[in-house]
């Protein structure tokens, strides 16, 4: 069980595949529009009800819970030695002497 106030995301579909403009690119138009948002649980509830949150602007919006206490997952990589080369280098052509 969540409790009430907790930090989560929930996810929703906008848009069905079908309802997609017809403008859009076709890998896009084939595809629902999705919306994954994160808010404060307005009532007590398990992992896939639907649920309401209320962001931090205030908005209270509808979607099915997915996760509690929901954390950044991406990074900017491994770490690449060469851009460390770069940056070594960089630094002594404009400021001269080593780094």
Known sequence: MIKKNEWVQVHSVILNAEQRAPQVP???K???L???IKGYLMKDAELGENVTVKTVTGRLV?????Q???TFRHSFGEFVPEILEIDQTV???LFGGDY
């Open 26 to 28: 076709d890998d896009t």
């Open 30 to 32: 084939s595809v629902p």
């Open 34 to 36: 999705e919306m994954w």
């Open 62 to 66: 509808e979607g099915k819970l997915v």
């Open 68 to 70: 509690a206490h929901p």
């Open 91 to 93: 630094r002594r052509e």
